[in-house]
């Protein structure tokens, strides 16, 4: 991006909890002016690769800089509206525990592991597999990783909470899928036909 070019407001989402600085930044997209120019700056990784998402799917203008201090700078162009489909035939399992069912624990995390081995078998694969809270640490298991894995290879979208992952820190050791927030969540479930696990 031009560095010339005149930055109108400096938006400062720093210290705000995911997903709130998606949607600062959001909100303050949609009312800009087309052609102007504007600065985010943020302290948290997850929510840079959150607001990184949001502009690469609308086709939005920008530059990531990060300083020696870990803070992080984002430069907008307003160069498109956001235009979101509302149709969806489609269906998501939804993941929100490390187990299956309210039994024996260990018997839950080993049903859990086989059911999500087996998705690759169904005559229709859903369209996303999001995890929510401890469920995010299966992510971490490279048998489970390497199932989905594949089923990203297939068209799968796998999307896992970036608050959860910061929670348990286990964030570094992901390598699939894609970190997501409650905003798009919410977004993912109103859309979608959800089956709970």
Request: some cysteine.
């Amino acid at each position: 991006m031009d560095s010339c070019k005149i930055v109108k407001d400096t938006i400062n989402v720093q210290g705000m909890l995911c997903p709130k600085p998606l949607i600062v930044v959001k909100n303050y997209y949609e009312k800009a002016e087309i052609g102007t120019y504007f600065l985010v700056t943020l302290d948290s990784e997850i929510s840079v690769l959150n607001v990184e998402r949001y502009l690469k799917n609308i086709g939005a203008v920008y530059e990531i800089e990060e300083d020696n201090s870990g803070l992080f700078s984002i430069f907008v162009e307003v160069n498109k509206k956001s235009v979101q489909s509302e149709n969806s035939d489609g269906y998501l399992f939804y993941i929100a525990s490390d187990k299956m069912g309210d039994g024996d624990p260990d018997l839950g995390k080993m049903l859990l592991k086989t059911f999500i081995t087996q998705i690759k078998n169904l005559q229709q694969l859903p369209e996303k597999v999001i995890f929510l809270n401890s469920a995010v640490l299966l992510l971490t298991n490279s048998i489970i990783s390497d199932e989905l894995k594949e089923l990203e290879s297939k068209g799968v979208e796998i999307y896992f909470c970036g608050t959860c992952s910061e929670y348990y820190s286990v964030t570094s050791e992901i390598s699939v899928g894609k970190v997501s927030n409650m905003l798009e969540i919410m977004e993912f479930l109103r859309k979608s036909r959800v089956v709970r696990i």
